[in-house]
């Protein structure tokens, strides 16, 4: 009887170990595909910040939105 016991319950724990095992392994499945969005992600964020630091973006809204322009050699003062 107490070998049955004995039987039973390592039975019990290799099941138990192998279901862990196999938790652990989705989790770390999920956790690599969630990595993976995120670096994505980033490098979207990359893209859109150099596309927004473009000095011909910054250029045309200063021309058409803050009606700037480009000074003249009349009004160039250069300090010495």
């Known amino acids: 009887m107490a070998v049955m016991f004995i039987f039973i319950a390592e039975l019990l724990f290799y099941t138990w170990c192998r279901v862990q095992n196999v938790q652990h ?4 499945s999920r956790q690599d595909l969630s990595q993976k ?3 994505a992600y980033q490098n979207n964020l990359k893209i859109e910040l150099a596309r927004l630091k473009s000095p011909d973006r910054i250029a045309q809204i ?4 803050l009606g700037l322009i480009m000074p003249t050699t009349e009004k160039t003062i250069l300090l010495p």
Do not use: S, T
């Not at 392994?25 to 770390?28: A, F, H, P």
């Open 62 to 65: 200063a021309k058409q939105q």
């Open 37 to 39: 969005q995120l670096i």
């Open 25 to 28: 392994g989705y989790e770390i």
